[in-house]
C-alpha cells in the first residue's frame, strides 16, 4: 500500500485579513458569496496577496487539484493499493476514498473544496471527503505507516525504481503541495528519508506521478511469477 500525502499544501479560504480586498471583494460578489467562504486563489487575488506573509506561494488549490486526479485517477487507486491525503498550510487533512471522482474541471473543484471546508465532509451521510482540523504533519505521519519519505529537491539523490524494488512492504511517501521554496513543517526530523528523484526543481504533480507509476511497476513485477 502507497499513502502519499500532499503536505503544507496552499489551499486554504481568504483569511480575514485580506477578506475586505477589492479583489477578493469582487471575487466573492461575482460568485454570490461571502468573501470568507471563497477559495485564497491567487490568479485572483494576487493584488491582496502582494504584501501578504508568505503571499508569492499562497493561493495554490490548482496544484492540490492536479495531485488529487493524478491519484484518484490511477491504476494503483484502481487496485485499492492508494491512500490519498492531502494536509494543508494550516494544518488541515483532507482524506479521499478510493472511489471519490474529483471533478477535472477546475471552478468545480474549487466549489467543492469551498463546500468541504464549510461541512467538513462531502456529501453528508456517506461521505467519500473528509476534512480534519488541528491535525500537524507530525501527527498525521504518526498514524502512516513507515518508512517515510519526503521528496525534495535538497534530498538525496536517488534512482527511483532501484530504491522502490529493494523496499519491503508499504510506504509513506511525502510530495510538498507549494509552488517554491521549501517544507513549513519539519519533514527532515519526521520523515526516515528525504530523497530527490531529479538533478532540477521538480512540479509537485511530475513528483507525483514518478511516485505512482514506478510503485505500481515496482508491485507489479513483485507479483509476476518466477520464470
Known amino acids: 500500500m502507497l499513502t502519499l500525502i500532499l503536505a503544507d499544501a496552499e489551499l486554504e479560504l481568504v483569511p480575514q485579513a485580506v477578506a475586505g480586498h477589492p479583489s477578493v471583494r469582487t471575487s466573492a460578489k461575482r460568485r454570490g ?6 477559495l485564497l486563489d491567487s490568479s ?23 495531485f488529487t486526479l493524478l491519484c484518484l485517477d490511477s ?8 491512500q490519498t491525503i492531502v494536509h494543508t498550510r494550516n494544518d488541515d487533512v483532507i482524506r479521499f476514498a478510493a472511489e471519490t ?6 471552478p468545480r473543484f474549487v466549489g467543492l473544496m469551498e463546500d468541504l ?13 473528509t476534512l480534519q482540523r488541528g491535525v500537524s504533519l507530525e501527527k498525521l505521519l504518526s498514524g502512516c505507516p513507515s518508512p517515510r519519505w ?11 525504481w532501484t530504491e522502490l524494488a529493494a523496499l519491503e512492504g508499504d510506504l509513506t511517501a511525502v510530495v510538498g503541495g507549494f509552488p517554491h521554496g521549501d ?19 521538480l512540479r509537485a504533480w511530475t513528483v507525483t506521478s514518478e511516485i505512482l507509476v514506478t ?13
Not at 491504476?75 to 492508494?82: E, F, H
Not at 471546508?117 to 471527503?129: C, I, M, N, T
Open 183 to 201: 517544507f513549513r513543517s519539519p519533514v527532515s526530523k519526521l520523515c526516515d528519508r528525504m530523497v530527490a528523484i531529479h538533478e532540477a526543481p
Open 33 to 38: 458569496r461571502s468573501p470568507g467562504t471563497l
Open 117 to 129: 471546508f464549510q461541512k467538513g465532509a462531502v456529501p453528508e451521510g456517506q461521505p467519500l471527503l
Open 44 to 66: 485572483l487575488h494576487h493584488p491582496a496577496l502582494r504584501n501578504f506573509p508568505e503571499g508569492e506561494r499562497r493561493g495554490r488549490p490548482d496544484i492540490a487539484h492536479l
Open 75 to 82: 491504476v494503483l487507486n484502481a487496485q485499492r493499493q492508494l
Open 101 to 106: 471522482r474529483i471533478p477535472k474541471n477546475y
Open 215 to 227: 510503485y505500481r511497476q515496482r508491485s507489479s513485477h513483485r507479483a509476476r511469477p518466477p520464470g
Open 150 to 160: 519526503a521528496f525534495s529537491e535538497t534530498g538525496e539523490r536517488v534512482q527511483l
